[in-house]
């Protein structure tokens, strides 16, 4: 059982930063895509920011210029550099990842729990 485990929400002051992590631990093979969305109250779950294994990424509109994702292969995980939060960046942030448990080319999607980031003064 693949598992994903996030660390870093909190309440911040607009403007303010914070750092997510998120640890993949479990039986697997390998690690593709690995990412972040996020929900905040009356809305759907939208994409934050992925990250390739190569290391392409890419993030939503409003979030560019502000947050930066980047992983860590040998430790399988991946970080979100959050800075000049913004009141409407308030929301239950959820690590994603594809992971091949059992075969090399099959991938299962994984979810954490979420992590709540609170922007307010």
Not at 16 to 38: N, P, Q, T, V
Not at 57 to 66: D, H, I, L, P
Not at 74 to 98: I, R
Request: one cysteine or more.
């Amino acid at each position: 059982q693949v598992q994903l485990m996030e660390s870093g929400g909190g309440l911040v002051q607009p403007g303010g930063s914070l750092r997510l992590s998120c640890a993949a631990s479990g039986s697997f093979i390998r690690i593709a895509d690995m990412g972040w969305y996020r929900q905040a109250p009356g809305k759907e779950r939208e994409l934050v920011a992925v990250i390739s294994s190569s290391g392409t990424t890419k993030y939503a509109e409003s979030v560019k210029g502000r947050f930066t994702i980047s992983r860590d292969i040998a430790k399988n995980t991946v970080y979100l550099q959050m800075n000049s939060l913004k009141p409407e960046d308030t929301a239950v942030y959820y690590c994603h990842a594809k992971v091949a448990i059992e075969t090399f080319y099959r991938f299962t999607e994984v979810w954490g729990q979420g992590t709540l980031v609170t922007v307010s003064s």
